[in-house]
Each structure stands twice: as structure tokens, then as C-alpha cells.
């Protein structure tokens, strides 16, 4: 893709805050949108104001009784409508995520399709959201059970994967008849600006989704969240800014949905296909240049065969290609920040002092833009900080098991519990993990499980409610129940 190609994608891309169905500037100066493999600026973009936001959410709130009443089939096509669109736009797409967040372009268009998969899921969805009607047991009268959208929504999507979390709660949100302002990461706006145009294309009605970019997020989401016409909070993010706003949403008694950090043990028992569990450690840990709520954080390998394990995982990271994500080839782009470059370190040079060992990368890599080494530590243990924290970065650790029993031990002494994996070849034993790993999601035998068919979430700290599947719907929807008298009474 030639400098030329970027520049004039980044010049169609809006840099204002969309409001109503309009185009308008912040109130309260610009945002520089930067390329994380050069550290150089892309774009300059409206910072929206607390003010801007209350006028978001008075257009969400405005259009929500007429979007609440617009038949689903017609909500479904726009949402199709917007699937293909995407489909037209997905080469601009992948590379605005490449530029803005740094992920290698064969990636982005992975997560273009993941991305796109909400829109046609919940194109389907919108016309399946049912109820129920059936006489009470005493047979004194009759019960119908309905559905109706919970209201105007804040959602609050990270800046890892730009796009597909923007979709797995706008198309939700959407299906349901819900309006909503939606926050994008400061990091990385550019590719919720450019689907806010995409929406309007596709026909949906204005004051539907608003976006607002701010670099004053705690004080534009406490005004927000305070506000009585809100609502729902959805977020994605960290776990300890979940919870403030799970404490804010108390307030209002708003519905709450929290997808937060994660801590993914990855088991490999003696008896698993060890080509396929290592292929399936690349995915899990380097998608996304390690920096997925999903990720594999610790690695729990049998002690009969962490040796060889390490070996094959150390040789495949030693050949990876690190470079910008535009480039022919590469596997590992920069991190998304410096800040995140200095955390790898950190945890990586605690590891070190406290006995493991680094077998291949282990450090940041000069020049421009914020790159690390991806990275293989064995002989981690349990109490190590990198085995503590969510990594957020292209780093493997390695720790040893010797039962099923300590195995199963290792991968719940988190407080995290979003995603676990494990590589078993023994039937009877992948389905004790299903019941005895504490996560809301499972990989058995594979490295990603994400899909816009299955319900996302974690339990304990990482997280309440479920994105997409049949499931996430319902984040958006409320339960009425209606009594009637016995028409045969």
C-alpha cells in the first residue's frame, strides 16, 4: 500500500464528532491520532466536551421512542445493509486499523470479518427477539412475557480491536432498538468515525448512534453516567476501570454490561497433540501482537514435555517478523503505546530477577515507533508478576505442572476468568476441565474461540453479560411480564 493510498484513506475519513446524524466540531480543541510504528501523527481530530456529550445523549434519547417502535425487520436490513457495505470497504478498513493501532494488515482484515459477523448475526437476531404466553399453573389466568429495548446506552469500546468491538455492541444495541453514544478509545477513533459514516449509508435514521472522541473521558463518562435518561453501560476494558463504572451505574440502577481484563491460563497435558497445541499457543498468545483480553497469559505445560514445548514455541517466536503492519509479511507490529513497551519490559525484567529464564527476545527495540522483541520466559512460577498481571504484549511464559489436579489449581489462582485453553487428547478429560476451569469461555484443542455465534464473557473479575450469540441480545432488551384473568373464567 503506497504512502499516497494512506494518506488519501485518512483524508475521507471524518474528523468531527457525529451527533444527530451530523458532523460537528468539538467544542473543546483536537485529538492527534497517531501511528504506533512510527510515533508519528495521522490525523488531528475533534475532542469532544462534557457539553458535546450531553448533546450526544439528548439526540440518542430524542431518537429512541421511534427506533424502539421500527419494525425489527426493517432494523435487521440496515444492519445487512451495513454488512455489505464492509464487505465493500473492508480493504480501507483493515489498513485505517493498521495505521491507527498497529496490527499487521493480514490481521486487520481478520478482524474485518469478525467485525462484520456481528452486523450479520444480529441482522438475523433483531427479528427472533420473542416471548411467550402460556396460563399460569393455578389456571386463574393468563401469563405473556415480552421483550422491549432497555433505552438509550453508553458504550465504551477499547482500542485493540477497533472495529469488533465497536460491532459487537452497536449491532446488539441496534438490533434491539436501542440508541446509544458510543466512546472510542482516544488511541484509536479513526475506524469508529469511518463506521459511524458506514451506518449512515446503510440508512440508519439519524441520532441513532452518536460517537463522541474525547481526551476528557472520566469527565464526559461521569456526566454521562449520572444522567437519568441513561439507560445501560457497556464496556470494554480494564478491570479496574470496570468497576468504577459498575459503582457509577449503581446511581442510576443502570443495566451493566462488562467485558474487563483477563488472565488466560493455557494448559498442555502430557497426552496432547503437541504440532497442534503449539500452533495453537502462536494464535492464542501473538494474535494481535499479544494485546487481546483473550490472549494466553500463562502458559501451564506438563513437565514431561515442557522441555520440548519450549523448545518449538522459542524456535517459531524466534522467526517471526516484526516490522510495521503494512509490510509484506509481519507477524508482530509496534505496541500500541510507549507506556505499553515499558510495562513488557518491566515484567519481563522482574521474571528475570525472580529466576526465569529468557530463551528468546526480552527487550524493547530502538528506533522509531514503540516495537518489542516478541518473547519466550521459562521456568516461570505462579507468584511472578507476569503470571500475576495481563501481559498486554508478545510475551510467553512458561510455567510447570505435574497432576491435572495442580494444572487445574494453576489456572484458577486468578481473579481473572474470562478465557481458558487446553490441549488434551483424552475425551473424558477435556470435558472435567470444561466443568473444573473457572472462565466463562474455553478453547479445548483450539487458540481463538471468539465468534459472533458464541456468547463472549468472562466471570469473577473479567467481566458481567455476554456479547454476541443468542445471548447478546438480551444485554439490550427488558423482560415484561403481563397477567391477564382467565378468558374462561
Not at 517466536?317 to 508482530?332: L, S, Y
Amino acid at each position: 500500500m503506497t504512502h499516497h493510498d494512506e494518506t488519501a484513506l485518512l483524508e475521507g475519513v471524518h474528523g468531527a464528532l457525529y451527533i444527530d446524524g451530523e458532523w460537528v466540531a468539538g467544542e473543546d480543541g483536537t485529538i492527534d491520532v497517531t501511528d504506533p510504528s512510527t510515533g508519528e501523527t495521522i490525523k488531528t481530530i475533534a475532542n469532544g466536551s462534557v457539553a458535546d456529550g450531553v448533546r450526544a445523549l439528548d439526540a440518542a434519547v430524542a431518537a429512541q421512542d421511534d427506533w424502539a417502535r421500527t419494525p425489527a425487520r426493517v432494523r435487521g436490513e440496515i444492519l445487512r445493509k451495513a454488512w455489505e457495505l464492509l464487505q465493500e470497504r473492508k480493504e480501507d478498513f483493515a489498513l485505517l486499523m493498521t495505521l491507527e493501532m498497529g496490527k499487521p494488515l493480514a490481521e486487520a482484515r481478520g478482524e474485518v470479518a469478525y467485525g462484520g459477523e456481528f452486523l450479520r448475526w444480529f441482522s438475523e437476531e433483531a427479528v427472533r427477539i420473542g416471548g411467550r404466553y402460556a396460563q399460569n399453573p393455578e389456571g386463574t389466568g393468563q401469563m405473556i412475557v415480552t421483550h422491549r429495548p432497555v433505552g438509550p446506552c453508553y458504550l465504551i469500546t477499547p482500542w485493540n480491536f477497533p472495529l469488533a468491538m465497536a460491532t459487537r455492541k452497536i449491532a446488539p444495541a441496534i438490533a434491539a432498538g436501542c440508541t446509544a453514544v458510543v466512546k472510542p478509545a482516544t488511541l484509536t477513533p479513526l475506524t469508529t468515525l469511518a463506521f459511524a459514516q458506514l451506518l449512515e449509508d446503510a440508512g440508519l435514521p439519524k441520532g441513532v448512534i452518536n460517537v463522541v472522541t474525547t481526551r476528557s473521558t472520566g469527565a464526559l463518562t461521569d456526566r454521562i453516567m449520572a444522567d437519568d435518561r441513561l439507560r445501560k453501560v457497556s464496556f470494554t476494558g480494564s478491570t479496574p476501570v470496570g468497576v468504577g463504572l459498575l459503582k457509577q451505574a449503581a446511581d442510576n440502577v443502570l443495566k451493566a454490561s462488562m467485558e474487563l481484563g483477563g488472565n488466560a491460563p493455557f494448559v498442555v497435558f502430557e497426552d496432547a497433540d503437541l504440532d497442534k497445541a503449539v500452533e495453537g499457543a502462536m494464535l492464542a498468545k501473538f494474535r494481535n501482537i499479544g494485546q487481546a483480553c483473550t490472549a494466553a497469559n500463562r502458559f501451564i505445560v506438563h513437565e514431561s514435555i515442557a522441555d520440548e514445548f519450549s523448545a518449538r514455541i522459542t524456535a517459531k517466536v524466534q522467526a517471526m517478523k516484526v516490522g510495521r503492519g503494512t509490510e509484506d509479511g509481519v507477524q508482530i507490529g509496534p505496541l500500541v503505546e510507549p507506556k505499553a513497551v515499558a510495562n513488557a519490559v518491566r515484567l519481563v525484567d522482574e521474571a528475570v530477577a525472580a529466576g526465569a529464564v529468557v530463551t528468546t527476545g526480552g527487550k524493547a527495540i530502538e528506533g522509531a515507533g514503540s516495537f518489542f522483541e516478541p518473547t519466550v520466559i521459562d521456568r516461570v512460577s505462579a507468584d511472578m508478576s507476569v503470571s500475576v498481571e495481563e501481559i498486554f504484549g508478545p510475551v510467553v511464559g512458561i510455567q510447570r505442572f505435574s497432576t491435572e489436579a495442580e494444572a487445574v489449581s494453576l489456572a484458577n489462582a486468578t481473579e481473572y476468568g474470562l478465557v481458558g485453553y487446553v490441549f488434551t487428547q483424552d475425551a473424558a478429560r477435556g470435558q472435567r476441565m470444561i466443568d473444573l476451569i473457572d472462565t466463562g469461555m474455553m478453547g479445548l484443542n483450539v487458540g481463538v474461540v471468539s465468534n459472533a455465534a458464541g456468547p463472549f464473557g468472562g466471570v469473577k473479575q473479567s467481566g458481567l453479560g455476554r456479547e454476541g450469540g443468542a445471548e447478546g441480545i438480551y444485554e439490550y432488551l427488558e423482560t415484561k411480564y403481563t397477567l391477564m384473568p382467565n378468558p374462561y373464567a
